[in-house]
């Protein structure tokens, strides 16, 4: 308990400053600074050599901030009442007098926000009077995160401090909702979207590979373990780590589980620690067993193809 506080103090007190840290969530890691502070946010851009076109998810601890910087409507209370805190991102339009770092949006007039779940998180949100803007903690287009580990290995020296809470629960990213218009899904992620249709009562639209150039995380190079990963594999080729979902008699050396009994949020939370593992360990093919499209599976899929774009 005492290590937490003095943790959180730390955190704080790197972010006061403007740097910008780890944190852990339920999805993946993010790489944090302080939303308002044009300076904090440039340092996130070139911290993660994200190009300063892709916008960043703003992350609140409720909605009494959130409403001096966004304009909310129906669905939005919807949602949040049923699904926050937790992984689901809201596009919202920006209110003019909101202090939110020009940088954040690229001069645009919507904004990407999100209410994390991981107690730590939301434990530092309430030390700070500024929301926290965090991509995943990774380098543009590489693996997300989803240890404190993890996050050291993507950024070694250049990263000021990490709050470590453990292996992220969840292990993909947040689902990314549109609300301006009509609600369009443009990301698959932790949260099923059947849940979501259920809770707005309509049909949601789906844009997660979208020509038109709205969110990078749409784009088909993305969660890169930087070698090429094959999918729907009946099984592996020579030398190819073959990834598993559920048990085989076999034993193989190159047989990795990510559930042996296709439990698929096993599968989401054991995703990229595992593909990370696997290129660590000097793999130059990877081979995944067919993943069921329904539920999670829908967000391993994406991430799987995006990954599978080498
Ligand atoms: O689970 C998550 O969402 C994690 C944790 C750390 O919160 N964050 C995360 O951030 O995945 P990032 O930056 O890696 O992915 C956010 C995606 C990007 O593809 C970005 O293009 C899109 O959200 N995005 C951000 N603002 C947007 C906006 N105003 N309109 C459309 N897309 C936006
Ligand atoms: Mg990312």
Redesign the pocket.
């Known amino acids: 308990m005492k290590s937490i506080q003095s943790n959180i103090k730390k955190a704080k007190k790197y972010l006061d400053k403007k740097h910008c840290i780890g944190?852990p969530?339920e999805?993946?890691?993010?790489?944090?600074g302080n939303a308002y502070s044009d300076i904090s946010v440039k340092k996130i851009f070139k911290l993660k050599k994200?190009p300063m076109n892709?916008?960043?998810?703003v992350?609140y601890l409720n909605l009494n901030k959130l409403k001096e910087d966004c304009h909310i409507n129906d669905d939005f209370i919807k949602l949040y009442k049923k699904f926050c805190p937790g992984?689901i991102?809201f596009?919202l339009e920006l209110k003019k007098k909101s202090k939110i770092s020009q940088f954040?949006?690229n001069k645009?007039r919507?904004?990407?926000v999100?209410f994390?779940k991981h107690l730590l998180f939301r434990k530092l949100l309430k030390n700070l009077n500024y929301p926290l803007a965090?991509?995943?903690?990774?380098i543009s287009t590489r693996l997300?995160a989803v240890t404190a580990s993890d996050v050291q290995e993507e950024f070694g020296p250049n990263i000021s401090y990490i709050l470590d809470g453990g292996k992220s629960q969840?292990g993909?990213?947040?689902t990314?909702i549109?609300l301006i218009n009509k609600p369009t899904i443009?990301?698959f992620?932790?949260l099923d979207i059947s849940k979501i249709e259920k809770v707005l009562n309509k049909k949601i639209l789906i844009k997660t590979n979208s020509k038109i150039k709205?969110?990078?995380?749409?784009f088909p190079l993305?969660y890169s373990p930087g070698i090429p990963l094959r999918m729907s594999a009946k099984k592996p080729r020579k030398n190819e780590a073959y990834l598993l979902i559920k048990n085989r008699n076999i034993v193989s050396k190159n047989y990795y589980y990510l559930s042996k009994n296709n439990n698929l949020k096993q599968v989401a939370k054991n995703l990229y620690s595992l593909l990370r593992k696997i290129k660590n360990k000097g793999y130059k093919m990877i081979a995944v067993e067919k993943v069921p499209n329904f539920g999670i599976g829908k967000t391993i899929n994406d991430r799987l193809k995006r990954a599978s774009k080498f």
């Open positions: 944190v969530t999805t993946v890691y993010g790489l944090a994200r892709n916008p960043l998810i992350h992984p991102t596009i954040i949006t645009k919507t904004l990407a999100r994390p965090a991509p995943s903690a990774n997300s969840i993909v990213e947040s990314i549109n443009f990301r992620g932790g709205i969110a990078p995380g749409q993305h």
